[in-house]
């Protein structure tokens, strides 16, 4: 570790995998596949919902948007991975770090608030029917996701420009892209006040969307419950619980990692739910969507007869 505040310093040092670089062929093919696997099954998704006219509903544009967003999400950060797992310990300018962690948090933030407005969507559906196509129209549908963006945006510009403008005396980064945590770590004399305003960004940019979905789906679960028929019920829960296990999915990885006390900090911890939020949840999205939606799977296989034609 380098002592003394380097205000002047030009680059970092990524340090990755360095403690296991008997594992890094076997790590890079295993990422690199998924990477693509990932890549190909969300622009899949993606181009599937809008070229079928069925699928032109709002929950599906909402898909749409989570598709793109887990491929910017992925895309920003894997080729540093791969980069590092290829010649080990990996340097990165001070530029590069800095729109690396507003890419990170630009996505990873939009994301959650994409959620959350998947949430709406499904609230207004079962528990509001018959004002539905009212509520959701083209135009909400759109201010929700450019609110999104613009959340994502936000959090991301203001949490990079405090964190780069604030003296370091550190230039190693044990991690494999440029984290928050791992940065934090790299701050001069008293880091509570940037280690308060990284809860204060959990808080808005985790646990308010979170708050919003699980209100939703405590009015789903009970309109649920009050049906008549036992039908009913399961179509109406169906349509849910897709998304219901994405928000799980991606809540329990980003949570663990950004709203644990820092007394529990582990790198190595860290580094392993950074690889499960950022790889396998983007990659476990569409197939989950796929295969748990009738809609979707008989568009996919109507797709695929064209092509074999």
Not at 55 to 62: K, S, W
Not at 83 to 99: D, F, P
Request: glycine share 4%; aromatic share 12%.
């Amino acid at each position: 570790m380098i002592l003394g505040n380097l205000s002047g310093l030009s680059e970092f040092r990524l340090l990755g995998f360095s403690g296991n670089s008997h594992l890094h062929p076997l790590l890079f093919v295993i990422l690199l596949s998924l990477y693509i696997l990932t890549l190909v099954a969300n622009t899949v998704i993606a181009f599937t919902i809008n070229t079928d006219n069925t699928l032109h509903t709002p929950m599906y544009f909402f898909l749409t948007q989570l598709s793109c967003l887990d491929i910017c999400y992925l895309s920003a950060m894997i080729p540093t991975i791969l980069e590092n797992l290829m010649v080990g310990t990996v340097s990165i300018s001070k530029t590069r770090c800095a729109m690396q962690m507003f890419s990170f948090l630009f996505f990873g933030v939009a994301e959650c608030f994409l959620l959350a407005a998947m949430s709406l969507d499904r609230y207004f559906a079962v528990c509001h029917p018959l004002h539905y196509t009212i509520i959701m129209s083209s135009r909400v549908c759109r201010s929700l996701v450019a609110g999104s963006y613009i959340c994502g945006a936000a959090v991301g510009l203001i949490h990079t420009l405090i964190t780069f403008s604030s003296p370091l005396c550190g230039s190693a980064i044990d991690h494999f892209f440029c984290e928050i945590q791992p940065l934090l770590d790299l701050l001069c004399g008293n880091t509570f006040p940037r280690e308060l305003q990284v809860i204060l960004v959990a808080v808005f940019a985790i646990l308010s969307p979170f708050l919003l979905i699980i209100y939703s789906y405590i009015h789903i679960i009970s309109t649920i419950l009050h049906m008549a028929s036992a039908e009913s019920q399961q179509k109406a829960f169906s349509t849910c619980s897709s998304h219901l296990l994405v928000v799980t999915l991606f809540y329990g990885t980003a949570g663990s990692t950004y709203l644990r006390p820092k007394s529990t900090y582990c790198a190595a911890v860290d580094k392993f739910l950074s690889l499960s939020y950022s790889v396998l949840t983007p990659l476990l999205n569409p197939i989950i969507y796929s295969l748990r939606n009738k809609e979707v799977k008989r568009a996919l296989k109507k797709k695929w007869r064209k092509i074999n034609l």
